[in-house]
């Protein structure tokens, strides 16, 4: 039985790894970081590099609710982005989706004195807070005199 199980695993993995389950930004980057190793010429491989870098998706993972005494482990939010043009940030899903947001913009320009991982943490703690605070299933917070009657 077990045989059979590493054989379902590798037929899982095989089809993974197939060209049409693979999306285009990873192919791409997986295309120029394979250029960047094969050629001969300095410049062409610099290149390559860093375009393969500036298509690469990134992960940041936020603490958006502290863990406390009382048996509560917190929580964290885990989002993806990658960098535009050098010089904007743009969040977007495990495969390069960009995200879409009803109140938090998920496509920021970079200030000078800026990291583009400075950002997304603050992205990510943004669109955490608009989805918990609005809209018909939001904790209601009561004044701390009660309910108003």
């Known amino acids: 039985m077990a045989g059979g199980r590493e054989s379902m695993a590798q037929e899982r993995r095989e089809s993974m790894a197939k060209k049409g389950d693979t999306p285009k930004r990873q192919l791409m980057v997986a295309k120029l970081e394979a250029l960047a190793t094969s050629t001969p010429y300095a410049p062409e491989a610099q290149a390559a590099k860093a375009k393969a870098e500036e298509l690469k998706i990134h992960r940041v ?33 495990a495969d390069g989706a960009p995200l879409h947001h009803w109140e938090v913009s998920c496509r920021v320009a970079l200030l000078p004195d800026q990291t583009a991982e400075q950002v997304a943490r603050r992205l990510t703690r943004d669109m955490h807070r608009g989805g918990d605070t609005h809209g018909f299933y939001r904790r209601l917070r009561y004044p701390s005199g009660g309910a108003p009657v």
């Open 61 to 93: 993972t936020v603490q958006v609710r502290p863990a406390t005494d009382g048996g509560n482990p917190g929580e964290v939010a885990i989002r993806h982005y990658f960098v535009e043009g050098g010089n904007t940030v743009v969040m977007c899903d």
